[in-house]
């Protein structure tokens, strides 16, 4: 488990603090598969009787006579980690919020050199710590979560020098070069209207490579366990070293993204031409086809994000942030729930086949949504899909599926019984 613990300067408007909380809450709900992994602390200044143990006492030490009445942010974040390390709380990432204005002080070329900042990182290997201002961001609630999100991105290593598309600056540190990713250099109010902008289009503010820097590195956090995970698998099909097998979940309930971002016909973008999103895509095309049904994709989703329209109304609901991870969901309607259907679990079981893999069950998943899913792969020809984690069929589980779910689970279960007793008969 790993806590991140929001430290607060006495007067701090609680407004303020409720929008760095939330900006926390946000960065976390990125990564769906770690969230579990994650607690949010409150420590206001108010709070703590004792100054020694205060933000305050902390603050005081980091001042520096150079500039009166601001904080030296580097000081303030080593202050920070150090009380982590030293009492030994090394599950912590302390995130601070300040009234006062934050400046770096660096030294180049034997001279001071001092910048304002809206934020600040430090990352040590030990520690991480960071610290926002409200001031330099205007008391602009919305600009405070982007500066904590874009730290939170330092503090998880989306721009480490190692990677493609950054730009290291000698004051600034490792930026993202991508268009307008929120770990981006400095233009923080353009980049605070583009994250509201995604937001409402239900996209992350970050870049598919920021993305990807920070699952490898969460991937590597001992204290972090994945709710979802891709496993390797070795089947009678597949060579040593296989690939990883489907992970198939099921959508939470969530806004839909607006019409207009919704068509039959891609653009030409990096992120709609991925080789992973073809496969996909070119098999869910061909589902609705053979049904008669409509497909569009979401073509400013990062992610595969798709929807089959069905002549009842209803809608097949698909999204994969890689090959291997699958989501689906449907609309409820009067006909029907709002978990995948059966026909629905045995196309996926067909793509599967298709990449020569296996199926993956998620515990988080709903008993009938895994009991559907169960059935389509028993009954996957030519013999059972390969599966990892699948549930035991015992009472207490099938007494939580519908009828038919039931019924038809308990057919197979019989009717591999009654094979398994038939006399052998030899054969020439």
Known sequence: MKKIVLYTQKGVDDSLIAAAHEAIDEFISMFPEYKNSFTIELRKDENIHDFRHSLENKIVSSRDSSRPGEINAANLT?????????????????????????????????????????????????????????????????????????????????????????????????????????????????????????????????????????????????????????????????????RPIIMPTGLPTAPLPPT???????????????????????????????????????IRSQNYVARIKRADGSTLEIQANNEFNIALGATKTPQRDNLPSLKDMRDLVKLTQQKKSGMNFGENNEPEFNGRLLIACLEAQPKPLAMRNRPQITPEFLAQLQPETKRRLQAIINGRQQQQQRPQQNTR
């Not at 589902?287 to 008669?292: E, I, K, Q, S, T």
């Open 78 to 242: 080593d202050l920070l980690g150090q009380d982590v390390c030293n009492n030994g709380r090394s599950d912590e990432i302390p995130v601070c919020l300040v009234d006062d204005k934050i400046f770096d002080k660096n030294n180049i070329n034997g001279q001071a050199v001092f910048s304002d900042c809206f934020g600040l990182t430090t990352k040590k290997l030990n520690y991480d710590a960071l610290v926002v201002s409200a001031e330099v961001c205007g008391f602009d609630k919305e600009l405070i979560k982007t500066i904590f999100i874009h730290e939170l991105g330092h503090v998880f290593n989306a721009t480490h020098q190692n990677r493609a598309n950054t730009v290291y600056d000698e004051t600034k540190g490792t930026h993202c070069k991508n268009d307008l990713c929120i770990m981006g250099d400095n233009k923080y109010p353009e980049l605070n209207q583009e994250r509201l902008r995604r937001k409402a289009q239900g996209n992350p503010p970050f870049c598919d490579e920021c993305i990807a820097s920070m699952r490898e590195y969460m991937s590597r956090m001992p204290e972090l366990v994945r709710r979802v995970q891709t496993q390797q698998i070795q089947t009678p099909q597949q060579q040593p070293g296989g």
């Open 260 to 298: 207009e971002q919704w068509t039959e016909v891609l653009p030409v973008l990096p992120h709609n031409n991925r080789e992973w999103k073809k496969e996909i895509r070119e098999f869910y095309k061909n589902v609705a086809a053979r049904d008669g049904d409509t497909y569009k994709e979401n």
